[in-house]
Every structure is written in C-alpha cells, then in structure tokens.
C-alpha cells in the first residue's frame, strides 16, 4: 500500500521544456534537479521570475519545493518551474487561483520554434528573388 503524504504534485511546461514540481509544507527551500535553485539558474532575473508567483501567494519560506525539469533552455526551464508552482499552489490553495490568474501564471505560454520548411533556409526566411 502506498503511504499518505502532504505532497502536492504538479506539471508546469513552457516551449520545449517540462517541469514536475513537488511542493509540501516547509522552510522555503527550493532544489532543481538536485541543486539550490541560485545554483541552477544563476541568473538573477530567472530566479526572480520563479520567485514571482510566491510572493502573489504569499507563501514565501512557507513551502519547500522540489523540481526535475528536461527540455529546453535556462528561460523555458524557468517559466515551467513557475508554472508548475502555481498550479501546485492552486491544487494546495484553491482561492489562490483567481489571484495567480489575474497575475497570469496560470497560463500556459504555448509559444514554440516554427519548424524549419524543406525547400527554405529557415521557418521564414525565402531565398532572394531573382527576376532574371
């Protein structure tokens, strides 16, 4: 039999990327793929991007996080990891969720790479035209 836990889980996904978030009760403590989140995204801004949707809720150092995220870059990685916190969040919180959505977390930004056309040097870009 499976034991019960107060762990929340959750899927947050951007571009190429996925993010399975765990979130339970705790310090305020968030490890990515096995490292301190200052340590996975050292770029200021990307851990300020994550950090929004704690504080619109209002639960920072009140929960621990945990995230395994694959697929594409450091930006896409980061929007999954909020998205997944702010559905985790919703599923802990349900009066969270007009809050985070006013606040536009809740939306999946499904924005990916054109993919690239036979025939065409990219997913646009023609070839110059020659009249003669």
Aim: net charge positive; charged share 30%.
């Amino acid at each position: 039999m499976a034991k019960k836990t107060d762990e929340i889980w959750a899927t947050g996904r951007r571009k190429c990327a996925v993010a399975r978030v765990r979130l339970q009760a705790g310090t305020g403590k968030i490890v990515v793929n096995g490292k301190e989140m200052n340590e996975y995204f050292p770029i200021e801004s990307l851990c300020g991007f994550v950090m929004q949707v704690l504080k619109v809720a209002e639960q920072e150092g009140k929960v621990d996080i945990t995230a395994n995220i694959c697929g594409g870059g450091m930006a896409g990685q980061a929007g999954a990891l909020r998205h997944g916190v702010a559905r985790a969040l919703v599923t802990m919180d349900e009066d969270l969720k007009a809050k985070l959505k006013a606040a536009g977390m809740m939306t999946r930004d499904s924005r990916v790479k054109e993919r690239k056309k036979s025939g065409q040097p990219g997913a646009r870009r023609r070839f110059q035209f020659s009249k003669r």
